[in-house]
């Protein structure tokens, strides 16, 4: 009996070892995503805009890369691959072609990304300087993540400023996203849009494996013993 709770022990403490926290995962700076993908395994692919030809258009609901775009505000402009302001990778970012303006997206637009159903996902937004917290919101199903002003990635050369929007649920996948701004305030883009697909099977560590069969072998042994026990009875 000792040696079969051993053995019962040693499984359950195992599996408690091995089990990886669950949920669902906001952040404001892209270092952090990355890095929170890669502990999971996830592969990641990230669209900086930079393949298109500059100038390029497509109607909303089209898109480009594996992601639809969809102004919700319905103002039947084309979006367009743009370079009116710097970015980080480092010249073209999404906007909306405005033929009596600029192609910068405003502080009233709604834009949705659809894309195959992902673990994770994340934009850049190119913002004029003096953003403030909450003027733009990535929503993805229930959960919202505010632009931070505080969680500023970089200030770029010609005074423009990059923040980084992104969720990731290790329990579940999604396949679209709403960013928005909340009104009131300049104009943006979007830049460096990345999703991160479910990772390959993982295989045990050699530490663990080596446990486990340990762990097994033992609730083997007493139930020979066990068995034997009552063959002698």
């Known amino acids: ?65 594996g992601y639809s775009y969809t102004d919700n505000n319905g103002t039947g402009l084309d979006f367009v691959v743009e370079d009116q302001t710097d970015t980080s990778s480092p010249t073209q970012g999404l906007g909306l072609r405005d033929p009596g303006g600029s192609d910068l997206l405003t502080s009233t637009d709604s834009i949705d990304i659809g894309f195959a159903a992902t673990h994770g996902f994340g934009l850049e937004v190119i913002t004029e300087p003096g953003a403030q917290d909450g003027d733009l919101v990535l929503t993805i199903g229930g959960t919202q993540v505010n632009l931070l002003a505080s969680a500023l990635q970089t200030t770029l050369p010609d005074g423009g400023t990059a923040y980084f929007l992104g969720l990731y649920d290790d329990t579940g996948t999604f396949t679209s996203a709403t960013i928005a701004g909340s009104g009131g305030w300049g104009f943006w883009n979007i830049d460096d849009v990345t999703a991160a697909y479910a990772p390959a099977a993982s295989v045990p560590e050699p530490a663990t494996g080596g446990a486990v069969l340990l762990g097994l072998g033992l609730l083997g042994a007493a139930r020979r013993r066990t068995g034997h026990a009552l063959h002698s009875r």
């Open 1 to 65: 009996m000792f040696h079969r709770k051993s053995a019962l022990l040693i499984l359950a403490a195992l599996c408690h070892g091995t089990a990886a926290q669950a949920g669902i995962f906001t952040f404001t700076n892209r270092a952090a995503f990355t890095s929170a993908l890669a502990t999971g395994g996830y592969a990641t692919t990230v669209d900086s805009f930079e393949s298109y030809t500059l100038g390029t258009t497509f109607a909303s609901g089209g898109g480009l890369g």
